[in-house]
């Protein structure tokens, strides 16, 4: 008699709602993440949700805002500040180089802004923006803080009450090597007096900060407002869980370990890194730029099969292919297996290449 295979999901179905203390639960790991011990705001939703509640709620009309831009995430975020009302100014820096804390600091001496916001690392473009000196130099001026970790979160150092930080946005599924569907905010106490004073910060919407402090953070936290996302919370929970077990300390050092093995493999088969300065190379994305030589169609069949290796979004699969050697991917064996396949591809000793990303591993950041 053939037995019925049980369906590869049958773990997901039938869970009841989670509870308020499993919420708790996870708010006490996010916060553990962005090492503060102040508020986290959960979204129930993709990380650009949370972003775009960010910017709603920090903007309004006669809000000055500096929006350093270094890749397109930036220039969506200064799109929102600016419907919101907001009169901004994006510090622009080419996509294949970062922001500098020296012209960072000249526009806030020069445009006066009250809020800046910037991407930590850019997955869309590999490069890592040096978030301590941009922080310190905004803090200085007495401006509000606001930043994108939901790629670098995991992957890069984040100290959000030891640098400061106003608000920093993180996703579960880059660095964190978890699900999409739950992102969450850390927010200051500066932060909400800021928004307290916002008369635009929305209300009544999904996308309220002010909503979710008053129907959970400030509540008894005895029921979970509206009905909560248990499979994606769930998810996060373990991700989580996982990342802390192995110490995030150790997730953030394997994740350089990552960049530093890419960076020898990409040499070894002679391509040239997008970044201008390997200063900037970030340890979630590690990205290529195309040459007369590499061109797209030569890659083409390598990109579907195997996620670790991905085209530019949007414009950028004109300029460049992505290594993203970030969350399950920040391994050795799933390097080993895309750049393999990659030797072979263009003709170079596999063998070779194996061996090189284990020395560079093994040799660390
Ligand atoms: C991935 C990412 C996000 C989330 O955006 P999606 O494209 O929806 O995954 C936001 N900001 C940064 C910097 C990211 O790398």
Same mark, same amino acid.
């Given at each position: 008699m053939s037995s019925v295979p049980k369906p590869p999901h049958a773990a997901l179905l039938d869970q009841v709602? /989670?509870?308020?203390?499993? /919420?708790?639960y996870l708010e006490n790991l996010m916060a553990r993440t962005f090492a503060t011990t102040g508020d986290v705001v959960m979204m129930q939703a993709e990380a650009i949700a949370a972003l775009e509640a960010v910017a709603l709620s920090v903007a309004g009309p006669g809000v000055r805002a500096l929006n350093i831009v270094t890749g397109p995430y930036g220039d969506g975020f200064g799109q929102w500040l600016r419907?919101?009302?907001?009169?901004? /100014?994006? /510090?622009? $820096?080419? $996509?294949?180089?970062?922001?500098?804390?020296a012209a960072v600091t000249q526009a806030i001496a020069e445009f006066s802004p009250q809020v800046l916001s910037v991407v930590h690392a850019e997955a869309a473009t590999g490069g890592t923006n040096p978030l301590p000196e941009i922080i310190a130099a905004a803090r200085a001026a007495g401006v509000l803080t606001v930043v994108d970790s939901v790629a670098a979160i995991g992957a890069e150092p984040l100290l959000v009450d030891e640098w400061g930080i106003d608000i920093a946005v993180m996703g579960g599924q880059k660095s964190l090597a978890g699900p999409a569907g739950i992102s969450a905010a850390s927010v200051s106490a500066r932060a909400w007096d800021w928004i307290d004073n916002n008369p635009a910060a929305p209300q009544n919407s999904f996308l309220s900060l002010l909503d979710w402090r008053e129907l959970w953070l400030r509540s008894a936290k005895e029921s979970v407002p509206g009905m909560p996302n248990w499979l994606e919370a769930r998810g996060l929970i373990a991700a989580l869980e996982r990342v802390h077990a192995e110490g995030l300390d150790h997730v953030i050092e394997r994740h350089h370990r990552a960049r530093t093995a890419t960076l020898a493999a990409i040499t070894a088969l002679g391509f040239r890194y997008w970044q201008q300065s390997e200063k900037s190379y970030a340890p979630v994305v590690s990205a290529i730029g195309y040459s007369a030589t590499h061109r797209v169609e030569n890659l083409a069949p390598l990109l579907v099969p195997n996620r670790i290796l991905s085209p530019g979004n949007g414009p950028l699969a004109q300029h460049l292919w992505r290594v993203n050697h970030y969350g399950q991917f920040a391994h050795l064996a799933p390097l080993q297996e895309a750049f393999t396949a990659l030797a072979q591809e263009l003709g170079h000793d596999p063998e070779h290449i194996r061996h090189i990303l284990q020395l560079a591993w093994d040799e660390g950041q």
């Amino acid at each position: 008699m053939s037995s019925v295979p049980k369906p590869p999901h049958a773990a997901l179905l039938d869970q009841v709602p /989670l509870t308020a203390q499993e /919420l708790v639960y996870l708010e006490n790991l996010m916060a553990r993440t962005f090492a503060t011990t102040g508020d986290v705001v959960m979204m129930q939703a993709e990380a650009i949700a949370a972003l775009e509640a960010v910017a709603l709620s920090v903007a309004g009309p006669g809000v000055r805002a500096l929006n350093i831009v270094t890749g397109p995430y930036g220039d969506g975020f200064g799109q929102w500040l600016r419907r919101q009302g907001a009169e901004v /100014l994006d /510090l622009r $820096f080419e $996509f294949d180089s970062v922001a500098t804390a020296a012209a960072v600091t000249q526009a806030i001496a020069e445009f006066s802004p009250q809020v800046l916001s910037v991407v930590h690392a850019e997955a869309a473009t590999g490069g890592t923006n040096p978030l301590p000196e941009i922080i310190a130099a905004a803090r200085a001026a007495g401006v509000l803080t606001v930043v994108d970790s939901v790629a670098a979160i995991g992957a890069e150092p984040l100290l959000v009450d030891e640098w400061g930080i106003d608000i920093a946005v993180m996703g579960g599924q880059k660095s964190l090597a978890g699900p999409a569907g739950i992102s969450a905010a850390s927010v200051s106490a500066r932060a909400w007096d800021w928004i307290d004073n916002n008369p635009a910060a929305p209300q009544n919407s999904f996308l309220s900060l002010l909503d979710w402090r008053e129907l959970w953070l400030r509540s008894a936290k005895e029921s979970v407002p509206g009905m909560p996302n248990w499979l994606e919370a769930r998810g996060l929970i373990a991700a989580l869980e996982r990342v802390h077990a192995e110490g995030l300390d150790h997730v953030i050092e394997r994740h350089h370990r990552a960049r530093t093995a890419t960076l020898a493999a990409i040499t070894a088969l002679g391509f040239r890194y997008w970044q201008q300065s390997e200063k900037s190379y970030a340890p979630v994305v590690s990205a290529i730029g195309y040459s007369a030589t590499h061109r797209v169609e030569n890659l083409a069949p390598l990109l579907v099969p195997n996620r670790i290796l991905s085209p530019g979004n949007g414009p950028l699969a004109q300029h460049l292919w992505r290594v993203n050697h970030y969350g399950q991917f920040a391994h050795l064996a799933p390097l080993q297996e895309a750049f393999t396949a990659l030797a072979q591809e263009l003709g170079h000793d596999p063998e070779h290449i194996r061996h090189i990303l284990q020395l560079a591993w093994d040799e660390g950041q």
